[in-house]
């Protein structure tokens, strides 16, 4: 099973700042991730897949790059709205598909 | 738009077996691969297993042995029933739909469902 460990457990940025997450895959995952939001209360949202495409309506401020094991999610220009759960899965090899523990992000 | 929309009990005794029914609304059942995802309460995500339409199907290796997945295109639906259920398996159940461009890529995502286990 590959083990996705994602940095920091929570990050507090500034409106209007870069907010930069990191998702390391135990093992090489090729471009095969995703990313997801998860805003409280409510389902996961897919924004990224392929490690850098973005899904559809997903604003060009979130960028996804990264390949093999370490991939980075950014947030340019960040709005209150950012405030969520993301989560990062990987679906090169499976079963089972994997996700990583989410980083938390708080807006100052 | 497609919209999925979990049902199923909400409270299940230890040792019984939970059941789910994902309606696939806006859209065909047809073509796609369907996923079962759970979220223990603060806790983060478990892909269950997938289905697709055919009805071939595919679980995690750690639920193997409880669970199974079902499809019905007759009534755009799709079901999971796990086994033997302790209080560990308390969470959301999401139900969602894997991408043409890749099965195991979720872009729809119904609104989740708690299911407690309990006596």
């Known amino acids: 099973e590959i083990v996705m460990t994602q940095s920091p457990a929570t990050l507090s940025v500034s409106p209007g700042e870069r907010a930069t997450l990191s998702c390391r895959a135990s093992?090489?995952?090729?471009?095969?991730l995703a990313w997801y939001q998860q805003k409280p209360g409510q389902a996961p949202r897919l924004l990224i897949y392929g490690a850098s495409t973005r899904a559809n309506g997903i604003p060009v401020r979130f960028s996804g790059s990264g390949s093999g094991t370490e991939f980075t999610l950014s947030i340019s220009n960040l709005q209150s709205e950012d405030l969520a759960v993301y989560y990062c899965q990987q679906y090169n090899n499976w079963p089972p598909i994997t996700f990583g523990q989410g980083t938390r992000l708080e807006i100052k | 738009q497609v919209q999925l929309q979990e049902s199923g009990p909400g409270l299940v005794k230890p040792s019984e077996t939970l059941s789910l029914t994902c309606t696939v609304s806006?859209?065909?059942?047809?073509?796609?691969?369907w996923s079962w995802i759970r979220q223990p309460p603060g806790k983060g995500l478990e892909w269950i297993g997938y289905?697709?339409?055919?009805?071939?199907?595919n679980y995690t290796p750690s639920l193997k042995t409880r669970v199974t997945m079902s499809v019905d295109t007759s009534k755009n639906q799709f079901s999971l029933r796990l086994s033997s259920v302790t209080a560990a398996d308390t969470a959301v159940f999401y139900c969602a739909r894997g991408m043409n461009l890749g099965p195991r890529i979720f872009d729809y995502w119904g609104q989740g469902t708690l299911v407690t286990v309990s006596s």
């Open positions: 093992q090489t995952v090729s471009i095969n």
């Open positions: 806006g859209g065909s059942i047809s073509g796609h691969y």
């Open positions: 289905i697709h339409y055919s009805g071939y199907s």
